[in-house]
Nanobody, 121 residues
Framework: QVQLVESGGGLVQAGGSLRLSCAAS????????MGWFRQAPGKEREFVAA??????SYADSVKGRFTISRNNAKNTVYLQMVSLIAEDTSLYYC????????????????WGQGTQVTVSS
């Protein structure tokens, strides 16, 4: 069974930083692509960033502020978030798939439970 476990969320003031982590485990699981999505109260879940073995992709709203990276040896993906704003407040989900990098959440096969990020203004 594949598991994705997020950590690193919390409460931070506007302008601050947080680093989210997502560890993938289970059988011999080494996903080709991993991504971060987020869902704010009353809103649909949206793409944040994704990374594959060959590159990365970002939503326009986070470009220049968020950086996605991965440690393949640890099957872990990170999301470094700086210059946080109130609009970044959301439940952040980690996702993984064995295919190419994608911004479409329906293409991801595995999901974590989410970690809450709250930015106070």
């Amino acid at each position: 069974q594949v598991q994705l476990v997020e950590s690193g969320g919390g409460l931070v003031q506007a302008g601050g930083s947080l680093r989210l982590s997502c560890a993938a485990s289970g059988r011999t699981f080494s996903p080709r692509s991993m991504g971060w999505f987020r869902q704010a109260p009353g809103k649909e879940r949206e793409f944040v960033a994704a990374i594959s073995w060959s590159g990365s992709s970002y939503a326009d709203s986070v470009k220049g502020r968020f950086t996605i990276s991965r440690n393949n040896a640890k099957n872990t993906v990170y999301l470094q978030m700086v210059s946080l704003i109130a609009e970044d407040t959301s439940l952040y989900y980690c996702a993984a798939r064995d295919g190419a990098i994608s911004q479409e959440q329906r293409q991801y096969d595995y999901w974590g439970q989410g970690t809450q990020v709250t930015v106070s203004s």
